[in-house]
C-alpha cells in the first residue's frame, strides 16, 4: 500500500518534524565481491561528461582512481606503471577501481578510452570543481560528487570492542557497517591519501585503541558492560590518543581489554565480554592481558598497524610476549593520562604494540613527543636474568644465539645477575625481596582502583537502577575485596615500591651521561610455552609475588620486548606440531626509552631482530586456521 491510503491529509501534516534531519550515515557497496564503506561526506566534485553517464545504469556509485603522475602528458603505459605502484603499496585499492580514471594535472582534453590489464577505463583530465583529491581510489555519483573509498574488513579475531571513524571535526562515531564475519567491520581508508610530514609522521597508519581510553563522540566500557552503556559518549579524548591523532594516525576502533584491565585468563575469567583469539599455533591460546584486543589484532591483521595498550604489570608486555610482536611498558609519567581509566596511578603507562619496530619508534617519537630523547650510544655491558645456560629445547637455542648475536653487535660482556642475592647482599638488614614485595602489587592496583573506580560506579549504578550493583567479573570482584579487608595500607606498599626503585636504579640500571644506560638487562620474555583458552582453572587470587615481570614497574624504568623466534609445541586442539612464540625484554635506566628504540632499530637493520609477520606464525606468516582463504581479513 502506499503511504496516503494509512494517512489522512490532517494526519500527515501533523508528523514531527524528525523526517526533515533524516541524513545518510555512509554506504557499504562490493566491488568484485570486496566490501567497502563510502562515507557520508563527499571530498570533492567533479562535472559528469557525457561519456560516463551510462555508466550510472547499475547502481549510484561509479568506482573512481584518481591519478597524479605529476606530468602533464601520461599514456596508457603511465597508467599501467602507477597501477602497479598502487596495487602494491595499498590495500583498499584494486583494479575494479579503474572504471573511471582521473589524472590530475594533465593538460585538459576530451576523454578517451584506454586498456589496462583486462579493464576498459575511461580517462579524463579536467572537470574537477570542488575538492583537492588525494590519489587513489574513490567513489563518485551521478551528480558528480566523489567520495573516499574505505576497506572494510571482518573483526575475526574478535581483538575490538567498537568500530570508530572520524567525524572530521575532532570527534568519532560508530561505523554504520557490518559484513560476513560474524564479529565487526572495521574500515580502513587508502594508505595512497596520506604523505608523511615533519608535522604528520604518522599520516595514513591504522590505530587500535584499548578501550580504557577516551576517545571523543565514543563510549568507553573499561571491559564492563554496565559501565558502556551507564556513561555518556566521550566529551574529550586521552592525551595518548590525542597525541596520535595530531601526528596523523588513523584510529579504526576500540579494542578489548579485560575488565577494568585487571589480568583475566580466557576462557573462565572473562564474562562480560569474551577475549579476543590469539592467532598464533593453534589459535587457542589465552592472548594475555590487559591489552588483549591490541596484542591479538596486532598478530592476526595486516591492515592494521599499531595499537595503543597500557601496562601496569605487563599489559602490553604480556601480549606482545605471547603472540611475538614488539611491545614496550615506558618509563613512568613519560605520557600524561587524562581521560584514561586508571589500575593504579603510580604505576600506570602508556604502550604500543606493533609488527614492525620502525613504525613502532616512529608511533613511540609522536605519542611521547619531548619526553623521549633518542640517542645511539650503547652499554657495552649486558646483565642476564635466569638466561638459559644449555640448549635443551629449541627456545634456549635461539635465546643463546640471540644473547650472542647481541653481545657481538654491542661488542658487550654478558653476567648473569640473580636479583634476591643482590639485594640481600646489599640491604642484610631488610627482609628479602619476596617478602618485601610479595603483595605490593596487588595492594597497590586493588586499593588505588577502588576509590578511583569501582566506588564512583557502584554509586552512579545504585542510583540509576534502585540501589542495585552491577555485574563486575569474578578477578576484579575478588582483587578488590582482597584489598578492602587486607591490613597493608597503598603508602606502606609505595614506601616498599620506593625503597626498591631507590636500590634497583642505583645498583643495577644506573644512569650514564654517555650511554643513558651503564647496562642492558636482558630477560626471558616468552619460550613458546601453551596457555589453553579450553582448560578450566582453579579461582582467582590475588596476584601475589615479585618476579622480573615487576621489575620495570617498581623501578619506573623501561621494558621492551622484541621476538626472537618461535618454538614447537604438540598441540591437544589440532593433533599436530604448532609453533608460538619466542621472546626476549630488555631493560635500561629509566629515562632510556630512546636509547632501546635505537637499538633494537639497529638489531633490526643488520638482521638480527626481523619484523614479524600478521597470521598463524610471527615467523612465517601463513592463514589463521579456523579460516578459509585470504579473503577474511589478513590484509597485505
Not at 596476584?543 to 624504568?557: N, Q, V
Request: proline content about 7%; some cysteine.
Amino acid at each position: 500500500m502506499r503511504l496516503y491510503e494509512f494517512f489522512s491529509i490532517g494526519a500527515l501534516a501533523s508528523l514531527p518534524s524528525v523526517f526533515a534531519a533524516v541524513s545518510s550515515t555512509g554506504y557499504t557497496v562490493s566491488l568484485t565481491d570486496i566490501s567497502y564503506f563510502i562515507p557520508p561526506k563527499p571530498v570533492g566534485k567533479i562535472s559528469i561528461p557525457e561519456s560516463l553517464s551510462d555508466k550510472f545504469s547499475n547502481g549510484p556509485f561509479v568506482p573512481l582512481t584518481v591519478f597524479t603522475p605529476g606530468t602533464t602528458t601520461f599514456t596508457a603505459a603511465d597508467i599501467s606503471t602507477l597501477t602497479a605502484q598502487y596495487l602494491a603499496a595499498d590495500d583498499v585499492f584494486q583494479e575494479g577501481f579503474l572504471e573511471v580514471i582521473y589524472v590530475e594535472g594533465a593538460a585538459s582534453g576530451a576523454s578517451t578510452e584506454v586498456t589496462v590489464g583486462n579493464i576498459s577505463s575511461t580517462v579524463i583530465t579536467s572537470g574537477v570543481t570542488e575538492g583537492s583529491l588525494n590519489p587513489g581510489p574513490y567513489f563518485i555519483n551521478a551528480a558528480g560528487d566523489i567520495f573516499e573509498a574505505w576497506r572494510l574488513y571482518s573483526d575475526t579475531n574478535g581483538a575490538f570492542t567498537e568500530s570508530a571513524m572520524s567525524n572530521g571535526d575532532g570527534s568519532y562515531s560508530v561505523l554504520p557497517a557490518g559484513i560476513l564475519g560474524q564479529k565487526l567491520a572495521i574500515a580502513v581508508p587508502s594508505r595512497l591519501y596520506f604523505t608523511k610530514t615533519d608535522t604528520k609522521p604518522l599520516a595514513g597508519l591504522r590505530f587500535g585503541i584499548k578501550d580504557i581510553y577516551d576517545v571523543k563522540g565514543l563510549r568507553r566500557s573499561n571491559g564492563n558492560r554496565a559501565w558502556y552503556w551507564l556513561y555518556p559518549p566521550a566529551n574529550a579524548t586521552a592525551t595518548p590518543v590525542q597525541n596520535l591523532i595530531d601526528a596523523g594516525a588513523v584510529i579504526v576502533g576500540k579494542m578489548i581489554t579485560s575488565q577494568f584491565a585487571n589480568g583475566e585468563t580466557a576462557t573462565a575469567d572473562w564474562v562480560d565480554y569474551h577475549e579476543s583469539f590469539n592467532p598464533r599455533g593453534d589459535g587457542y591460546q589465552d592472548t594475555s592481558s590487559s591489552s588483549a584486543g591490541g596484542g591479538a589484532g596486532t598478530a592476526a591483521y595486516g591492515w592494521l598497524d599499531v595499537s595503543l595498550g597500557s601496562d601496569t604489570g605487563g599489559s602490553v608486555r604480556g601480549p606482545a610476549q605471547v603472540q611475538g610482536l614488539y611491545g614496550n611498558r615506558p618509563s613512568h609519567g613519560i605520557v600524561s593520562l587524562e581521560h584514561t581509566m586508571p589500575l593504579s596511578p603510580v604505576l600506570d603507562t602508556s604502550g604500543l604494540i606493533a609488527r614492525d619496530p620502525l613504525i613502532w619508534k616512529a608511533a613511540a617519537k609522536a605519542m611521547y613527543k619531548d619526553n623521549i630523547t633518542f640517542t645511539s650510544e650503547y652499554p657495552s655491558s649486558i646483565t642476564t636474568l635466569s638466561w638459559p645456560t644449555s640448549a635443551d629445547t629449541v627456545a634456549d637455542q635461539l635465546l643463546l644465539d640471540f644473547l650472542a648475536n647481541v653481545t657481538t653487535f654491542l661488542r658487550a660482556n654478558a653476567t648473569a645477575l640473580n636479583i634476591s642475592t643482590s639485594w640481600t647482599h646489599d640491604n642484610p638488614s631488610l627482609p628479602p625481596l619476596e617478602d618485601l614485595l610479595n603483595i605490593t602489587y596487588p595492594i597497590l592496583i586493588s586499593q588505588q582502583q577502588i576509590p578511583l573506580v569501582r566506588d564512583p560506579f557502584y554509586a552512579d549504578y545504585a542510583a540509576l537502577h534502585d540501589g542495585r550493583r552491577p555485574f563486575v567479573d569474578p578477578v576484579p570482584l575478588l582483587r578488590w575485596s582482597w584489598a578492602q579487608n587486607s591490613s597493608a595500607t597503598v603508602p606502606e606498599a609505595i614506601a616498599n615500591k620506593t625503597l626498591f626503585m631507590s636500590w634497583f636504579n642505583s645498583s643495577v640500571l644506573t644512569p650514564s651521561a654517555s650511554t643513558c644506560s651503564s647496562s642492558l638487562l636482558m630477560y626471558v620474555g616468552s619460550i613458546g610455552s601453551t596457555v589453553y583458552r579450553n582448560i578450566y582453572l582453579s579461582d582467582p587470587v590475588p596476584p601475589y609475588g615479585f618476579g622480573e615481570w615487576s621489575l620495570s614497574g617498581f623501578a619506573e624504568a623501561p621494558d621492551f620486548v622484541v621476538p626472537i623466534g618461535e618454538a614447537p609445541y604438540n598441540s591437544t586442539v589440532t593433533g599436530h606440531v604448532e609453533y608460538l612464540p619466542v621472546t626476549v625484554d630488555f631493560m635500561a635506566a629509566k629515562g632510556c626509552d630512546g636509547m632501546l628504540f635505537e637499538l633494537i632499530e639497529d638489531l633490526h637493520r643488520v638482521g638480527i631482530l626481523k619484523t614479524a609477520l600478521p597470521g598463524r606464525s610471527g615467523v612465517s606468516g601463513g592463514e589463521i586456521l579456523f579460516r578459509r582463504g585470504m579473503g577474511m581479513g589478513m590484509g597485505v
